[in-house]
């Protein structure tokens, strides 16, 4: 049976799950190129996120993240894209993901992730109290994840030891 060679490994995962990390990681030792879902909206809109939530709101953000992930997606080029946390509330979204890549969720416990994400202050998500922000946002989602082809649990991992799990996964054709 003939597939199409793979072109885009699109990373899905909750905020402080590792995708930015194992995005640089991963398109180095494939030789792809990297795309970061949030830096190209900033690159394209001349905004900063907190900028387009602030005077958009969040809807108005996911208006604009859809339109750019479309983008990514329908490139020629072998990538690996790394989407903000939120990308995956859109059914739009995950059709478009899983139609045009192999998306690899990334998880972690509720107590990795404040860790991780607790003293960024550029996520506009987070504003308040980060503990009781992140948890509400977990329960919110718990399921928001679960379409995608692999799911690997980042908490006790490395960014490299997540690399090598993902690659052992799936053969990059």
Not at 128 to 145: D, I, M, P, T
């Amino acid at each position: 049976m003939d597939r199409q060679p793979l072109k885009k490994l699109v990373l899905i995962g909750f905020m402080g799950t590792g995708k930015s990390t194992v995005s640089k990681l991963l398109a180095e030792k494939l030789d792809w190129k990297r795309v970061d879902g949030d830096e190209e909206i900033e690159r394209l809109e001349n905004r900063l996120i907190s900028d387009i939530f602030a005077a958009d709101g969040e809807a108005g953000f996911r208006i604009i993240e859809t339109k750019v992930l479309d983008t990514i997606l329908t490139s020629e080029e072998c990538s690996v894209i790394a989407t903000g946390g939120g990308a995956v509330l859109s059914e739009v979204n995950r059709e478009l993901m899983l139609s045009k890549g192999f998306v690899v969720a990334l998880k972690a416990s509720s107590e990795q992730i404040i860790a991780r994400v607790k003293n960024d202050t550029a996520r506009p998500l987070l504003e308040g109290n980060a503990v009781e922000r992140v948890n509400l946002l977990l329960e919110q989602r718990k399921h928001a994840y679960d379409f995608a082809h692999l799911t690997i649990d980042t908490t006790d991992m490395s960014a490299e030891e997540v690399v090598d799990a993902i690659l052992a996964q799936h053969v990059i054709s």
